[in-house]
Each structure stands twice: as C-alpha cells, then as structure tokens.
Nanobody, 115 residues
Framework: QGQLVVSGGGSVQAGGSLTLSCRYP????????VAWHRQPPGKQRELVAAITSGGDTNYADSVKGRFTISRDNAKSTVYLRMISLKPEDTAEYYC?????????WGRGTQVTVSS
C-alpha cells in the first residue's frame, strides 16, 4: 500500500494558526478512520483528534474549540485546522489511518508555538 503524506507543520507565535494535511492512498473503497496524534518533547504520544469514515469526530479536551478535523474523501485527505495555538501545542504531529484493524502511520510534522 502507498504512504501517508503529511504536510503543513511549521513555527508560529501563540495565538496563530496552522493547518495540517494528511493525504492517504485512495485506491480502496474503505477510506478508513483517521486520527492525528502528537508527541510533545519528552512526553508520550497522545491522541489529538479523530474522524471516522462516516465523518464522526472526537477531540482531546485540550484542543476542543481550537482544533477542527475534517476530511475530503474525493481528495483522499484529512485536515487538522488549528487556531489559537498555545506553546503547549508544540509537538511532533502524526497522522494514522486505520482500516480493517490495522493502522498505517505517516511521518511526523513538527509544530512549534512560541510565546
């Protein structure tokens, strides 16, 4: 199977915004559930947001109201729109797609938020 391609990370000041993209192979009718995780420096990886194949979403409490996950199945892409960023959002962000119980991960993208 093909790779997940992640893009959109960068450095912003607190209060700024970024949008991450995760493009997945689109050859299957099962588009799968997709989740964004992040790993802050020195900490464990944590779930940020997830979206099912049907479009249901859930978020970590720490990002509710600030982050929005969405998907465009025609473009085989899932987005994570992040606004009102805080220094504690600084982390390596990863995209994972789960189909038939198997999760495929993309490479991480760094998000750095300065105060």
């Amino acid at each position: 199977q093909g790779q997940l391609v992640v893009s959109g990370g960068g450095s912003v000041q607190a209060g700024g915004s970024l949008t991450l993209s995760c493009r997945y192979p689109g050859s299957s009718s099962n588009v799968g559930d997709v989740a964004w995780h992040r790993q802050p420096p020195g900490k464990q990886r944590e779930l940020v947001a997830a979206i099912t194949s049907g479009g249901d979403t859930n978020y970590a409490d720490s990002v509710k109201g600030r982050f929005t996950i969405s998907r465009d199945n025609a473009k085989s892409t899932v987005y994570l729109r992040m606004i009102s960023l805080k220094p504690e959002d600084t982390a390596e962000y990863y995209c994972g797609r789960t189909r038939w119980g198997v999760t495929q991960w993309g490479r991480g993208t760094q998000v750095t938020v300065s105060s």
